[in-house]
């Protein structure tokens, strides 16, 4: 036995630091064969190990997000006085976020984006698939104005606009709440608009097989006329493979349309291969009813995405109406 004055190193026989704190871990809680229960506290870690990275690694993109936000901030700070002589006081920052997040995107999932020619100069509204979370639009966003100098507006889901912090980030690039006099307007000033139909009702509780979950919205399709534009398809080949979420458990979905706030649990964050197509545009038609239109661009959004759920050798396939 060890005294209460001497060291765990005292005698012919050195002690381990391990066994000396298990032996006083002992002594203090007056539990007998104590190691037996931290040998199996031991175990048990390593064993839920796994799950608990996989539940932690979606953060990556929150810390993403925040540390956007505080690069913002310092720009904002550094370049106060430069604004009332800059044409384009945030452009730096804009081309500084896209450097950021394409290197994560690069790294992290090797991502790809493929038939960019096929977004038009002009304006044009991008329907897209909306994944459990919305990494792979915005590593879209940050290749086009690399690589293209392009810019491109989306449209967020409310909440999104309540988020602490997120004010500076959603100003800077021009997120829409998505009422479709905003869109609507801004399309006929020349810009690239990105929307969802889904939402967030999709990302949440589609599933492996990309199910569209659209229901009776055709606000996109109707601002798509008003403003005289072509609709874009755009997917990304396995988004949902890298996170997944509980949504198939039906006491989230209600309390999701209860509270309409998504406190799905989300887990994954795996580094898997996403590459996003662009399919070719569906030219503006004057006698088409926003009904009609709806109804074409979802079937050929399922037809594109049965397509790229399954394995594509031929990175450079070519998608047609």
Same mark, same amino acid.
Request: glycine fraction near 10%.
């Given at each position: 036995?060890?005294?209460?004055?001497?060291?765990?190193?005292?005698?012919?026989?050195?002690?381990?630091?391990?066994?000396?704190?298990?032996?006083?871990?002992?002594?203090?809680?007056?539990?007998?064969?104590?190691?037996?229960?931290?040998?199996?506290?031991?175990?048990?870690?390593?064993?839920?190990?796994?799950?608990?990275?996989?539940?932690?690694?979606?953060?990556?993109?929150?810390?993403?997000?925040?540390?956007?936000?505080?690069?913002?901030?310092?720009?904002?700070?550094?370049?106060?006085?430069?604004?009332?002589?800059?044409?384009?006081?945030?452009?730096?920052?804009?081309?500084?976020?896209?450097?950021?997040?394409?290197?994560?995107?690069?790294?992290?999932?090797?991502?790809?984006?493929?038939?960019?020619?096929?977004?038009?100069?002009?304006?044009?509204?991008?329907?897209?698939?909306? =994944?459990?979370?919305?990494?792979?639009?915005?590593?879209?966003? %940050?290749?086009? @104005?690399?690589? !293209?100098? *392009?810019?491109?507006? $989306?449209?967020?889901?409310?909440?999104?606009?309540?988020?602490?912090?997120?004010?500076?980030?959603?100003?800077?690039?021009?997120?829409?709440?998505?009422?479709?006099?905003?869109?609507?307007?801004?399309?006929?000033?020349?810009?690239?608009?990105?929307?969802?139909?889904?939402?967030?009702?999709?990302?949440?509780?589609?599933?492996?097989?990309?199910?569209?979950?659209?229901?009776?919205?055709?606000?996109?399709?109707?601002?798509?006329?008003?403003?005289?534009?072509?609709?874009?398809?755009?997917?990304?080949?396995?988004?949902?493979?890298?996170?997944?979420?509980?949504?198939?458990?039906?006491?989230?979905?209600?309390?999701?349309?209860?509270?309409?706030?998504?406190?799905?649990?989300?887990?994954?964050?795996?580094?898997?291969?996403?590459?996003?197509?662009? =399919?070719?545009?569906?030219?503006?038609?004057?006698?088409?009813? %926003?009904?009609? @239109?709806?109804? !074409?661009? *979802?079937?050929?959004? $399922?037809?594109?995405?049965?397509?790229?759920?399954?394995?594509?050798?031929?990175?450079?396939?070519?998608?047609?109406?």
């Amino acid at each position: 036995m060890i005294g209460g004055n001497e060291s765990c190193t005292a005698g012919p026989i050195p002690m381990s630091y391990l066994t000396c704190l298990t032996y006083i871990l002992g002594e203090w809680t007056g539990v007998e064969h104590i190691e037996d229960y931290l040998s199996y506290a031991v175990y048990l870690s390593w064993v839920l190990f796994p799950l608990a990275v996989v539940l932690l690694l979606p953060g990556v993109l929150i810390i993403l997000f925040y540390t956007s936000i505080l690069l913002l901030h310092i720009y904002k700070r550094k370049n106060e006085l430069k604004e009332a002589y800059s044409n384009d006081f945030w452009g730096g920052a804009k081309q500084m976020l896209a450097t950021l997040w394409d290197g994560h995107g690069r790294i992290w999932h090797g991502y790809e984006l493929h038939g960019a020619e096929n977004i038009p100069e002009g304006p044009g509204l991008i329907v897209f698939y909306h =994944g459990a979370t919305p990494a792979d639009c915005i590593y879209f966003m %940050a290749r086009l @104005l690399i690589q !293209k100098k *392009r810019y491109c507006h $989306i449209v967020a889901d409310h909440f999104v606009f309540r988020l602490p912090g997120f004010k500076i980030l959603l100003d800077v690039h021009g997120v829409m709440h998505g009422p479709k006099e905003e869109c609507v307007s801004a399309l006929k000033k020349g810009c690239l608009i990105a929307i969802a139909p889904g939402g967030v009702r999709e990302a949440l509780f589609s599933d492996e097989m990309y199910t569209i979950i659209w229901g009776n919205r055709k606000g996109f399709a109707q601002v798509a006329i008003d403003a005289k534009v072509p609709i874009i398809p755009m997917f990304t080949q396995n988004v949902r493979e890298g996170v997944r979420t509980l949504g198939g458990i039906k006491i989230f979905r209600s309390l999701y349309e209860r509270i309409r706030l998504p406190l799905v649990p989300v887990y994954g964050g795996f580094p898997v291969k996403l590459r996003t197509f662009i =399919g070719e545009p569906i030219p503006y038609e004057p006698n088409i009813t %926003a009904e009609e @239109l709806t109804a !074409k661009v *979802r079937q050929i959004c $399922i037809y594109i995405f049965k397509i790229l759920t399954v394995v594509i050798e031929n990175t450079g396939i070519l998608l047609s109406r």
